[in-house]
């Protein structure tokens, strides 16, 4: 039977069974309490089974997975005695970097319509009849057969609707161009926040999210995040698009041996902040229904509550680091936690939280039937790889490494929505345009050229020039207002014309 070891104390040692690694877990702590050091555990366990895995590196101390540890101190090499691992031994993961702005590993695309109106209105922090519209102008873009890439494109059809606000709603329903204006001023903000740099082709593939290396171990993707961490809703929202992703595309296949992959989501806190009560429905029906497509999702945080009780339920894999109960929500965050374990009659799980050190835990994961076990507190395991960062030419040089870098770090800029519509107007204009006015033909004789085609433009002007008629016509208008000057004029205009005095 396949499993992760995750710790012990003296009487038992606790391990993941491999079958149960799709029903989701969660790892909590204080900051500086050893969470990033269990999250790192699990997805080097879960890499050695075969099972590719995706995280997000917020400050940068994942990275080390994709180094070995260095050799064994005199501190490290006790620990590993109290733990029972004789075979240890320093070891590599094989990792590929990524980055939505493509600047410490591989960038991270996807096109406006695969995120959707709705996930796309929430980073905009649109309102709901703002969303409404945006809906409109992406069935607007199907019908008329407009592909939304970038945001560029969806700038276009931003114009476009404006611009036909009174056609689009006679036939899809009302939308104002005041709520197109104010979708506008959000995209812009969008792009100053450096959403320009995810939307675009090629778009990631999820078959690249889900590779083994040649030795039959599951990839590790780490996504860079120290950056789109100060971005939380943009972080938040591509976070959940890729699950989403990963829900739709992805077949039913039950329960498995292992799971088919594993997702970390790491300061989930920020998934659920301020979030509106349909994307937290959303969230949830994912998370509940996605572990039978085989993929596992660990929600990593500071308070068991940053994770709404309703999503916290279906978590059956638990790794407690301490929380620090200083402030009465600190005391509450404590004993809701201890609530939610199996109990275990020999442990006060309440007493315990605030007592554990650091690299100490309490776990409890799912045994056989599925059914939680009693919680332990332990010693948890060691990694292999690097705790900590790692240097910029062992990224680069991992990154030189990557099966994937030729496919995805170039950009691609196809006729999509943008140029489309572009095309559109210019060929309305040209066709709205009159027909300019035939010039004459100066062939050097008669009327039309030579000197009398000089003399012809002296007295009747060119389009750029005044001639001698125009000048004097207005110069005797403004005359005109005397009856003696418009004898004059009259005289004038008659003997050029030929006519009767």
Not at 321 to 349: G, I, M, S, W, Y
Not at 435 to 457: I, L, M, N, S, Y
Request: contains cysteine; charged residues 25%; glycine residues 10%.
């Amino acid at each position: 039977m396949a499993s992760i070891f995750v710790g012990r104390n003296d009487d038992t040692a606790v391990d993941l069974d491999a079958r149960y690694g799709n029903r989701h877990g969660m790892i909590a702590g204080a900051t500086g309490t050893g969470k990033s050091v269990s999250l790192m555990l699990l997805a080097e366990g879960f890499s050695r089974l075969g099972v590719p895995c995706f995280l997000a590196d917020a400050k940068g101390d994942l990275a080390g997975l994709s180094q070995a540890a260095g050799a064994p101190s005199e501190k490290l090499a006790a620990r590993l005695a109290r733990l029972g691992l004789a075979d240890w031994k320093p070891q590599a993961n094989p990792v590929v970097f990524w980055d939505i702005y493509g600047k410490s590993g591989h960038p991270v695309r996807a096109t406006v319509s695969e995120m959707g109106p709705t996930l796309l209105s929430r980073i905009m922090e649109l309102n709901d009849t703002q969303e409404g519209v945006m809906e409109v102008i992406f069935r607007v873009a199907d019908d008329e057969g407009l592909l939304l890439l970038d945001l560029g494109d969806l700038r276009a059809m931003l114009g476009f609707a404006a611009e036909h606000a009174k056609d689009i709603s006679a036939r899809y329903g009302l939308i104002s161009t005041q709520s197109v204006a104010a979708i506008q001023r959000a995209l812009l903000k969008l792009e100053q926040d450096g959403a320009d740099a995810f939307f675009g082709e090629p778009a990631l593939e999820l078959a690249d999210l889900m590779r083994q290396d040649m030795s039959g171990r599951g990839v590790i993707s780490v996504l860079a995040a120290d950056a789109l961490i100060m971005k939380p809703r943009l972080y938040s929202t591509f976070l959940l698009w890729l699950l989403s992703e990963l829900f739709e595309q992805l077949p039913e296949v039950g329960d498995l041996d292992v799971p088919k992959m594993v997702f970390f989501f790491d300061e989930a806190h920020l998934l659920f902040d301020d979030a509106p009560p349909a994307l937290r429905q959303r969230v949830e029906q994912v998370v509940r229904l996605i572990r039978s497509k085989g993929v596992g999702v660990y929600f990593c945080s500071q308070n068991p509550d940053d994770v709404p009780g309703e999503i916290l339920g279906q978590l059956g894999n638990r790794v407690q680091h301490a929380l620090r109960a200083f402030t009465p929500r600190d005391q509450k965050a404590v004993k809701a936690a201890a609530e939610t374990f199996a109990r275990n009659p020999k442990l006060d799980v309440t007493e315990a939280i605030g007592t554990l050190g650091t690299g100490e835990a309490l776990a409890s994961t799912l045994g056989d039937g599925g059914v939680p076990s009693p919680v332990q507190k332990v010693l948890v395991s060691t990694p292999t790889c690097r705790i900590g960062a790692i240097t910029d030419d062992e990224r680069r040089t991992i990154r030189s490494r990557s099966p994937v870098g030729g496919k995805y770090d170039t950009a691609i800029d196809r006729e999509s929505a943008e140029e489309r519509l572009a095309a559109r107007a210019a060929e309305k204009s040209a066709t709205d345009t009159p027909p300019a006015k035939a010039g004459r033909k100066d062939d050097g004789a008669g009327d039309t050229g030579g000197w009398g085609g000089v003399v012809r433009d002296a007295v009747f002007g060119t389009g750029r020039r005044q001639g001698m008629i125009e000048t004097m016509a207005k110069s005797m208008v403004r005359t005109a207002g005397s009856q003696a000057g418009q004898r004059i004029v009259r005289g004038i205009l008659g003997s050029i014309f030929g006519g009767k005095r």
